[in-house]
């Protein structure tokens, strides 16, 4: 794993989520992209290292600390482990795989709000799904990208 590399996307990615994309009202999770594309690329080991980090980068930008890192790391862990027995290597895998690990990250991480005392907007499950519906449909087009800058093979080379 190329941590340098990873620090460098992880910290772009966080910019870009707090900042730019801020503004929209549905807009797609990057950090959650990332999870998901680290717990299917990495070894299980670098899979679980990236999934807290990420969670501990969406906390940075949240209103609470603790939620997403829990829930992060947790469904990014599972994903990991799961991707052992099922292969999520084409687009539309990927596609399902970014669409439940936000919509499970985004309930589990409201459950743990709730139990902080904070309060949430009326609608927050309807911006969960549109969330993880808009990052399910960007998602799999920025592994390529993101394969590239972290030197990562998504494919296997020759004939099976």
Aim: proline share 4%; aromatic share 14%.
């Amino acid at each position: 794993m190329r941590w340098f590399r990873f620090a460098v996307l992880a910290c772009l990615a966080t910019v870009l989520q707090a900042g730019f994309l801020a503004s929209l009202k549905i807009r797609p999770d990057l950090l959650l992209i990332l999870l998901v594309f680290f717990a299917i690329y990495c070894s299980t080991t670098d899979a679980i290292i990236t999934s807290f980090t990420i969670g501990f980068a969406a906390d940075l930008i949240g209103r609470t600390m603790g939620p997403q890192m829990i829930s992060f790391g947790l469904f990014g862990t599972l994903l990991a482990y799961l991707r052992r027995a099922i292969t999520i290597r084409e687009m539309p895998y990927q596609a399902l795989a970014i669409f439940v690990t936000g919509l499970l990250a985004g309930a589990l991480a409201h459950c743990l709000n709730l139990l902080t005392g904070e309060p949430t907007a009326p609608n927050i499950y309807r911006v969960t799904f549109g969330m993880a519906l808009y990052s399910s449909i960007v998602g799999p087009f920025l592994f390529l990208p993101i394969a590239w800058w972290m030197h990562i093979k998504t494919r296997r080379s020759g004939r099976r």
